[in-house]
């Protein structure tokens, strides 16, 4: 993780509609998949841990994959 970049030091290379339609269909996909682990957590006993952190981390892996996705929108608007 150490090496990871800010997500505002990105470059993106996308251009026409298609792109803009595909970036937007993935960030509709991750926050569609940030509300069923949401859900999953509220099925889940509090008492167990392990579960709920695995869930915890795949819940904030999609939110980064939903902000990414915001990112690439704002990019491709910005160039428009």
């Known amino acids: 993780m150490a090496n990871r970049r800010p997500l505002t030091d990105a470059t993106v ?10 970036v937007d269909s993935v960030a509709r996909d991750f926050a569609a998949l940030v509300a069923i682990l949401e859900q999953q957590l509220e099925l889940v006993s509090p008492s167990d841990h392990e579960t ?11 939110q980064r994959g939903a902000l990414l996705s915001r990112v690439l929108l704002d990019r491709i608007d910005s160039k428009d």
């Open 13 to 22: 290379e996308l251009d026409g509609s298609g792109s803009v339609d595909s």
């Open 52 to 62: 709920r952190s695995h869930i915890d981390q795949a819940k904030a892996a999609a």
